[in-house]
T-cell receptor, first 112, second 113 residues
Framework: GENVEQHPSTLSVQEGDSAVIKCTYS??????FPWYKQELGKRPQLIID?????GEKKDQRIAVTLNKTAKHFSLHITETQPEDSAVYFC???????????FGTGTSLTVIP | DAGVTQSPTHLIKTRGQQVTLRCSPI?????VSWYQQVLGQGPQFIFQ???????GRGNFPDRFSARQFPNYSSELNVNALLLGDSALYLC????????????FGDGTRLSIL
């Protein structure tokens, strides 16, 4: 089955700096890669996603890049704000179903 | 439109008991997936149902079962509860079967004593 690894497990940045979270996946058949933000005690919320036919996608301060050859994808948050503090999860999904395989999460703290 | 709704919010059970968790998907979504999230970890896939049929099963014992109803709502059943079943159980719905964004509910926090 799919194995998704996520790094780092914790990340602290100063407000205004950039944050980068990296994930690798093992199954070359995976073709859909969402990112979720989960605040303490709340539901995971989809913040951005990318499909395997695209190398990069941006949405305001958030961007995701995908390298299919190396089987890794990354989340980039620019101009971080205290409200960006949360746990971020990457996930991978194969084309034969909608089963998501999640990484172990990155706890991001933005220091004012 | 309402998002994914789950009930109950919290549940306390003892070892050996059985539990049923419920999920209503976003209106128009035909796919429901169940995940188990243990504290400090990412969600682990349990089941996916689409059009009332099981379309995927994760690496969980047969004590876990689920079903989807004609209105696309779903139930997750867990029998013979173990201490290790204590977790947040998340339901997610999506419009289609393959490569679709999944939208999560708030989850059911299950505690086993």
């Amino acid at each position: 089955g799919e194995n998704v690894e996520q790094h780092p497990s914790t990340l602290s940045v100063q407000e205004g700096d950039s944050a980068v979270i990296k994930c690798t996946y093992s199954d070359s058949a995976s073709n859909y890669f969402p990112w979720y933000k989960q605040e303490l005690g709340k539901r995971p919320q989809l913040i951005i996603d990318i499909r395997s036919n695209v190398g990069e996608k941006k949405d305001q301060r958030i961007a995701v890049t995908l390298n299919k050859t190396a089987k890794h994808f990354s989340l980039h948050i620019t101009e971080t704000q205290p409200e960006d503090s949360a746990v971020y999860f990457c996930a991978a999904s194969r084309g034969t179903g909608n089963q998501f395989y999640f990484g172990t999460g990155t706890s991001l703290t933005v220091i004012p | 439109d309402a998002g994914v709704t789950q009930s109950p919010t919290h549940l306390i059970k003892t070892r050996g008991q059985q539990v049923t968790l419920r999920c209503s998907p976003i209106s128009g979504h035909k796919s429901v997936s169940w995940y188990q999230q243990v504290l400090g970890q990412g969600p682990q896939f349990i089941f996916q149902y689409y059009e009332k049929e099981e379309r995927g099963r994760g690496n969980f014992p047969d004590r876990f079962s689920a079903r989807q109803f004609p209105n696309y709502s779903s139930e997750l059943n867990v029998n013979a509860l173990l201490l290790g079943d204590s977790a947040l159980y998340l339901c997610a719905s999506s419009a289609g079967l393959v490569g679709q964004p999944q939208h999560f509910g708030d989850g059911t926090r299950l505690s086993i004593l």
